[in-house]
């Protein structure tokens, strides 16, 4: 498929969705907890492997060593600004050619790069809480604090609004991503392919025959896309939204 093609697709869409994946992330600079160099240099060091780290298990029973790898290794990644990829998306969807991501990553890179409409299936590490009174901490609060942060109430031990490994996902937050897909006429399958957990769960719900995958490595399961654009996930968007300005500019 080619870019003006999808051009095309998306401007007689009259709902879009994206399912954002692992590729965006990576192409972002930002450690993925699976499946990473970084994956393997955090065993080493911690004992425990990054998924074994950011579980209920290990929170509920050693949060000293939850935090000093939280705020260690996963707080860090907030300080890089997300990748062009998820800029493009921001400035896609405020042309209206995009209207919803979802995601299952923790860094909350839509949202901070400017996109409004974002699912979060699994949360984010940029907003904390006290899961006995609910009270809401900030990020800046975390960082600062020593050893476990506490709730300044009631000296409950905060924790990230995050799904941990182990953690069921929020069944109300799972079921208006289904929704979404449903509604969709397009869906852009974006840095992933379509036997990962994320398109896996969801792209049941899509009754469509535009599903677009864009993703650097191919895949056996390309084959179940509509289209494919086998390239960088930012460098294709850009190249979108160049499309949609020389657009603009005719008009």
Known sequence: MTVERLMDILKESKYTVVLSGNGMVLESDYMLIRDSQESYDIEKKYRYSAEELFSSSLFSTR????????RN???PQLEKPPGEGFYALAALEKK??????????????????????????????????????GEEYSLDYIRQSRRVPLCTKCNTALRPRAVFYGEMVDNQVM????????????VLALGTNLKTTLCEQLLGYYGGNKLILITLKEHFSDKYADG?????VD?????ILCQSENLHKLY
Not at 181 to 186: E, G, K, N, S
Request: glycine share 4%; hydrophobic share 35%; aromatic share 8%.
């Open 228 to 232: 494919v654009i086998h390239d960088r």
């Open 73 to 75: 290794e996963m707080l």
């Open 175 to 186: 079921t208006k991503a289904a929704e979404e897909v449903m509604r969709a006429d397009v």
């Open 235 to 239: 460098q294709t968007l850009l190249k």
């Open 96 to 133: 209206g050619l995009i209207d919803t991501v979802i995601t299952r990553r923790v860094y909350h890179l839509p949202t901070r790069a400017g996109c409004k409409n974002v699912i979060e299936l699994h949360g984010n590490i940029c907003e904390h809480y006290c899961p006995h009174c």
């Open 63 to 70: 949060k000293e060593l939850f935090y000093e790898f939280y």
